[in-house]
């Protein structure tokens, strides 16, 4: 696999690796490699180009470069760090070799829609994504043996702008792909196309960039060459995008286009992880080759099971794509011409066993294609199940094989430096790699005074963050002065700090808190003890309902009744949100449960000692122990029944536990009784719900097993059968099935 030219203009020999570490996010998530780039080249610079070694280096003055080649200060720090590197990408010393050498020369493919990795490459939409990069970060650190497959999204996900009336605006414009750490990966003929797709009667040429991120590399599918019609260029040009057909054609590219250039480049997974459904297409074009190479469907079926690792990440049934019949026919029927599947094959493959109507159900897909399904928490395993249940008639719930790995959080890319120093000179520099029981129980040892003050410094950072974040909106955006006030301007280090930051859907309740603007606001305003929210996230663009949601909560920060106390940051980005859960006293999650799956948030502020209060739902059903934070109680009935009760609970929680913690200091001025909470939420969170801890499950009850093909635990659905193309009508699964 090569790549293109350089892209640095300038770099003296003696300095010339500086390229190779600033084209890996390996960067990222080492610290001394992160603080030699921040500090010891230009800092001011490093924080005009946003944290981006590659634009940074590209803009530097070619003097200054020359003056630190010859700096012996400056070329010792280079030196460690570049063997530093060196040794991290190439060293066979690695958990997945200690624990699995059969296995360690074999590569796994982890497909995903989205992949959240630097803000410099806003490829990502939310949860998913970050996630999917947390999950490469890790694989990376533990040596497993993956390559990422995902779309290369020219001009991203969306740039949020709230217009005069508070409603959400999307724009946006393609980034420029020189200035960012990724390259154009060029084919064994020399040519950017790498597969070929036949779809809506012409062919679709697909390349593909790649992105490094440690010990494994990342492949972006891309559409946008020359020789592609226009319309098919857009394919990978922004991403969730367009309508249903311009959906099912990215997934589509995803999915076969995926495996087409995997093989291109000479790539031979063992293992395939489809992360959501909208990968699900990887799998019926792996099937397409076994049968095409002369293997019996259900020989061919049994193969693909065996090999693929399948992740569910809702409940919500939005987010799940069903595609309709005559669309599925327009996008893909060429495929059934040319293949050894023919178009009642196909559908049977996407059938939902509750749903009919024909429409191809991509995460059932998903499902029946996989021996190994997972939920992404413990009570989402469950709920996964509970919905899943149809595709295995006769079975009770609790014997579906769906299983579920909680989700967890990459803590190199996610804690504060300021706090891992502080955890460096109680446990020394090896504290991220200690996996035994009781280790983390030391952290309630750590001096409260400690804490709280490396706690004000990263919350004094974010608010600074947040005024100058105003500042360049009203240069560049902003027609009046109100938005100065509800950007966050007047909010202070003293108050006690809300957070509310995620993707604004309608089940995630941004609204709970309004449902009584006069008991927020005496909670807000309380001349003794004052409270401050500060919300972000974006709305789907599709979605007026949340959209709806995110203007109330703009009118709010626009109420003298509230005198500026709560804020909303537009365009919310992995930027802003490691200043966030770093900055905020107290991350607020309200779901609906049982909708939220996950909530991965929560376990990024617990890193940087930041409680959490929630609702019983993801990871906090299971994470909550009634120190690391607050739960509202579980409520049943109709939703305003339950919304009512979970506000009463909210607002009782916060006036009688949170607030009067918070305000309760010693002649140190340290609220004692908070800072125990907040050194439990560090407890919990580094000692459970770590990616470290996530891909290593992941890796021995699901990617181990894939490697090695094994179908002794085979239990597919028996909900449909399927006409192969000879015509002979087969049962998805054995006649027998175990757990029966």
């Not at 410099?120 to 497993?144: E, N, R, T």
């Not at 804020?567 to 980005?573: L, Q, R």
């Amino acid at each position: 696999m090569t790549g293109s030219s350089s892209k640095i203009p300038y770099l003296p020999r003696r300095i010339a690796g500086l390229e190779r570490l600033a084209l890996n996010l390996w960067w990222r998530w080492n610290r001394s490699a992160r603080l030699f780039l921040r500090y010891d080249i230009d800092p001011v610079l490093w924080t005009a180009v946003r944290h981006n070694p590659v634009a940074m280096l590209r803009q530097i003055e070619p003097g200054q470069l020359a003056e630190l080649a010859k700096d012996p200060a400056f070329l010792a720090k280079y030196d460690a760090v570049m063997e530093e590197f060196d040794r991290a990408l190439t060293s066979e010393d690695t958990w997945f070799r200690r624990s699995y050498p059969e296995m360690a020369d074999r590569t796994i493919a982890y497909f995903c829609a989205e992949f959240g990795l630097h803000s410099s490459i806003p490829i990502y939409s939310g949860g998913l994504g970050v996630l999917a990069g947390d999950h490469c970060k890790a694989a990376s650190d533990l040596g497993v043996p993956l390559v990422g497959v995902g779309l290369m999204y020219h001009q991203g996900y969306f740039d949020q702008k709230l217009n005069l009336e508070g409603w959400q605006e999307g724009s946006g414009e393609a980034f420029d792909p020189v200035d960012k750490p990724i390259e154009h990966v060029v084919g064994p003929d020399g040519k950017l196309a790498l597969a070929t797709l036949r779809t809506g009667g012409r062919d679709i040429h697909i390349g593909a960039w790649r992105l490094n991120v440690g010990r494994l590399h990342l492949i972006l599918l891309d559409t946008r060459l020359e020789e592609n019609h226009p319309e098919d260029r857009e394919l990978t040009y922004r991403l969730y995008g367009g309508g249903r057909e311009h959906r099912l054609k990215q997934e589509w590219v995803l999915g076969v286009g995926g495996v087409r250039v995997l093989r291109t480049l000479g790539i031979d997974p063992t293992a395939w992880h489809a992360n959501e459904g909208h990968a699900a297409f990887m799998m019926v074009e792996r099937l397409r080759e076994l049968v095409d190479g002369g293997e019996s469907f259900e020989d061919a079926m049994a193969e693909v099971r065996a090999r693929s690792v399948f992740t569910t990440h809702t409940p919500v049934p939005a987010g799940h794509d069903m595609f309709a019949p005559e669309l599925v026919d327009a996008v893909c029927g060429s495929y059934f011409d040319s293949t050894g599947i023919d178009r009642a094959t196909f559908s049977q493959l996407g059938h939902h066993p509750t749903i009919d109507h024909g429409r191809f159900h991509m995460t059932a897909a998903g499902i029946r294609l996989s021996t190994h399904v997972n939920g992404v928490s413990a009570k989402h395993g469950a709920v996964t199940r509970d919905l899943w249940t149809p595709m295995w008639p006769g079975r009770d719930a609790s014997a579906v094989p769906i299983r579920s790995v909680t989700n967890g959080v990459h803590v190199g890319s996610w804690m504060a430096h300021s706090y891992m120093e502080l955890l460096d000179r109680h446990f020394g520099p090896d504290w991220g790699r200690h996996d035994e029981d009781g280790f983390w129980e030391q952290v309630l040892d750590l001096d409260d005074a400690a804490v709280w003050e490396i706690h004000i410094d990263l919350k004094k950072q974010l608010l600074d963050f947040c005024r100058e974040q105003a500042r360049s909106r009203w240069k560049e955006l902003w027609k009046e002065a109100a938005h100065l006030v509800g950007a966050g301007t007047l909010l202070g280090p003293k108050p006690l700090t809300i957070g509310f930051a995620r993707r604004f859907a309608t089940y995630k309740r941004a609204h709970l808190l309004f449902l009584d603007e006069e008991r927020l606001q005496r909670l807000l305003t309380d001349p003794h003890r004052p409270v401050q929210i500060l919300f972000a996230g974006k709305a789907h663009p599709a979605d007026d309902q949340a959209k709806a949601v995110l203007q109330r909560v703009w009118s709010a920060t626009r109420d003298v009744r509230f005198e500026g106390r709560i804020a909303f940051v537009e365009d919310y980005e992995l930027h802003l949100a490691h200043r966030l859960v770093q900055g905020v006293d107290l991350w607020l999650n309200v779901p609906r449960v049982p909708m939220e799956a996950s909530g991965t948030s929560g376990m990024k502020a617990g890193l940087n000692c930041v409680p959490q209060l929630s609702s019983l739902d993801g990871w906090w059903a299971e994470g909550f122990d009634g120190t690391n934070g607050w739960a509202l109680p579980l409520a049943e009935g109709a939703d305003d029944e339950v919304d009512r009760h979970d506000h009463e609970s909210l607002f009782r929680i916060l006036e009688r536990e949170v607030v009067p913690l918070y305000y309760d200091r010693d002649d140190r001025n340290v609220p004692t009784g908070y800072v125990k909470r907040m050194k439990n939420a560090l407890r919990v969170a580094a000692s459970r719900y770590t990616t470290r801890r996530m891909v290593q499950e992941y890796a021995r009850d699901f990617y181990v097993p894939a490697l090695a093909g094994a179908r002794e635990m085979d239990d597919p659905p028996t909900d449909a059968t399927i006409a192969p193309p000879s015509g002979d009508v087969i049962p998805i699964t054995p006649s027998v099935s175990s757990g029966d």
